[in-house]
């Protein structure tokens, strides 16, 4: 069974999404001998024994037994929704951070690395929040540091726009109210 999801997941070509998204050099990181698609191949081949055995449980008439194993047969969805966030997150990631580097180096504007890798990463992270809270874990204090993070750097660009703006603000108004 796990042979099959592997193959089906290697014909749509799972694996090259994998790759492209980085997660597999995100495992390979992590010392996981496994790639992306068997992964996935471990979790379907997993999810299945886990409707057999409660099948078995239910038959026996294990009403405790058979709960529990519903809760996890019905949390394992949300991991591969949390898995699939991840993967088109990092995805979207790389893709914006091309695209403002791209825009940047043309603009010929300075600190363009900087800027795209700080997007790249403002996306993945949110990306990370995301999942994590489809996966149901801490949403309150991950509610609460988003809320924090994105508090702080609209704060930090509103005073870096006000300082560095100062002048020009000043001349705006002076030239709109100045001639009157």
Known sequence: MRRAWR??????????LAKKSGI???????DVPLNLNGVLSGLVYW??????????????GLTIASDLFSQIVLYLPNVVVAVVILIVGALFAKLIR????AYLSSAQMEGGRIISAIAYYAILVFAVFVALRQLNI??????AAFRLCFGAAALALALAFGLG???WAARVIDRTF???
């Open 7 to 16: 193959k089906g997941l290697h014909a749509v070509r799972f694996d090259d």
């Open 24 to 30: 597999d050099d995100v495992l390979k990181a992590g």
């Open 47 to 60: 999810f299945l024994m886990l409707i057999t055995l409660l099948a078995a449980i239910n038959s026996l």
């Open 98 to 101: 091309g695209a403002v580097s």
């Open 138 to 143: 801490g949403q309150d204090m991950l509610l």
């Open 165 to 167: 703006g100062k002048e």
């Open 178 to 180: 100045g001639k009157q």
